[in-house]
């Protein structure tokens, strides 16, 4: 049974093999993405609408780049000036949407659910680019293709996720793809950014950056999300990159081969030692960003499949 999803909302709903799938074909798109001629006709003729409702840089251009080069119309909704501004609901902005017959729909949202709520209006697939402290599910699945290029497997790795836990989707969707594919994971970070429901995740947490990197595989920094913040979470950034961000002396405690991630936008000097950042031999940042445009190129090119099957099948059917 292969890739049987007509939606990606998030990494809860896919099995391992499904994981494994997608990454799979998205190993082919790097490929693609590599050479002179990077465009391929097999979104050709379906159309593909990107709707931010947060601002979002690399997510954007990432789904638009990837839609294409796979030959999809690729449109970008302004949601900041559209007509959800002037009271429009969701509800019929997604009818409006369905009216203009779009294959494929990409959302941002800043409240969690709204993008499965959207799913359920609409007759195309939808893809999760972010809903609130939710999941972002592209965001897990290019880290985990960007860890298995690195380290040439997905499973059995120590791999240690730190920083602003509480207000991360990343980290979530990241903790449950983990999980699914047999990685002992560990949480590091002060206790005034971890998730009240931590215990519910099955993982190790740690206040102590040394012991909470101590020959670990994979270090991922997660950004300070200062605007999901609304109290004193951290006494000041100074004191947060002394105790928290990631420099020379806490990724020594780290294996020596260790690999180090971050989502992006960085804050060097908050979450992050700029050196550290830019060191080839350790960091892959700039692979995560590179390994976000093939596996997006994957899991429109796997949802597409599906949806054509759907409509064969309802027409069939007729």
Same mark, same amino acid.
């Given at each position: 049974m292969g890739f049987a999803q007509r939606h990606l909302l998030g990494i809860e709903h896919l099995r391992p093999e499904e994981i494994t799938e997608i990454l799979d074909l998205a190993d082919q798109?790097?490929? =693609?993405?590599?050479?002179?001629?990077?465009?391929?006709?097999?979104?050709a003729g379906l159309t593909q609408i990107n709707m931010f409702f947060e601002n979002s840089t690399r997510t954007q251009a990432s789904f638009e780049l990837a839609g294409k080069r796979l030959g999809a119309d690729v449109m970008n909704m302004a949601m900041q000036a559209s007509s959800i501004?002037? $009271?429009e609901?969701?509800?019929?902005?997604? =009818?409006?949407?369905?009216?203009?017959? /779009?294959d494929l729909l990409v959302v941002r949202h800043p409240h969690s659910g709204a993008v499965d709520l959207l799913a359920q209006k609409v007759n195309c697939a939808v893809l999760n680019a972010g809903d609130g402290r939710h999941e972002h599910p592209t965001q897990a699945l290019?880290?985990?293709?960007?860890?298995?290029r690195a380290k040439g497997r997905l499973h059995r790795l120590?791999?240690?996720?730190?920083?602003?836990i509480a207000h991360s989707r990343v980290a979530r969707s990241n903790l449950i793809l983990l999980g699914k594919m047999e990685n002992r994971v560990r949480l590091v970070g002060p206790p005034t950014l971890m998730p009240s429901q931590i215990s519910e995740f099955g993982v190790e947490v740690y206040e102590d950056m040394a012991e909470g990197l101590q020959d670990v595989d994979v270090v991922m920094m997660l950004r300070l999300q200062r605007e999901r913040m609304d109290g004193g979470f951290i006494p000041s950034e100074r004191e947060y990159y002394h105790r928290?961000?990631?420099?020379?002396?806490?990724l020594s405690n780290a294996k020596d081969d260790a690999i180090v991630m971050h989502p $992006? /936008?960085?804050?060097? $000097?908050?979450?992050?030692? $700029?050196?550290?950042?830019d060191d080839i031999n350790r960091s892959v940042i700039q692979e995560q960003v590179e390994m976000g445009v093939a596996v997006r190129m994957a899991a429109m090119d796997l949802l597409a499949r599906n949806q054509r099957a759907h409509r064969a099948t309802q027409t069939a059917e007729i």
């Amino acid at each position: 049974m292969g890739f049987a999803q007509r939606h990606l909302l998030g990494i809860e709903h896919l099995r391992p093999e499904e994981i494994t799938e997608i990454l799979d074909l998205a190993d082919q798109y790097v490929e =693609l993405n590599r050479r002179d001629v990077k465009h391929s006709d097999t979104l050709a003729g379906l159309t593909q609408i990107n709707m931010f409702f947060e601002n979002s840089t690399r997510t954007q251009a990432s789904f638009e780049l990837a839609g294409k080069r796979l030959g999809a119309d690729v449109m970008n909704m302004a949601m900041q000036a559209s007509s959800i501004k002037k $009271g429009e609901t969701l509800i019929d902005t997604a =009818l409006t949407l369905n009216a203009m017959h /779009p294959d494929l729909l990409v959302v941002r949202h800043p409240h969690s659910g709204a993008v499965d709520l959207l799913a359920q209006k609409v007759n195309c697939a939808v893809l999760n680019a972010g809903d609130g402290r939710h999941e972002h599910p592209t965001q897990a699945l290019l880290d985990a293709l960007t860890i298995r290029r690195a380290k040439g497997r997905l499973h059995r790795l120590n791999i240690a996720i730190c920083g602003d836990i509480a207000h991360s989707r990343v980290a979530r969707s990241n903790l449950i793809l983990l999980g699914k594919m047999e990685n002992r994971v560990r949480l590091v970070g002060p206790p005034t950014l971890m998730p009240s429901q931590i215990s519910e995740f099955g993982v190790e947490v740690y206040e102590d950056m040394a012991e909470g990197l101590q020959d670990v595989d994979v270090v991922m920094m997660l950004r300070l999300q200062r605007e999901r913040m609304d109290g004193g979470f951290i006494p000041s950034e100074r004191e947060y990159y002394h105790r928290y961000g990631l420099d020379a002396d806490k990724l020594s405690n780290a294996k020596d081969d260790a690999i180090v991630m971050h989502p $992006g /936008p960085m804050n060097r $000097g908050v979450e992050i030692d $700029g050196t550290i950042a830019d060191d080839i031999n350790r960091s892959v940042i700039q692979e995560q960003v590179e390994m976000g445009v093939a596996v997006r190129m994957a899991a429109m090119d796997l949802l597409a499949r599906n949806q054509r099957a759907h409509r064969a099948t309802q027409t069939a059917e007729i």
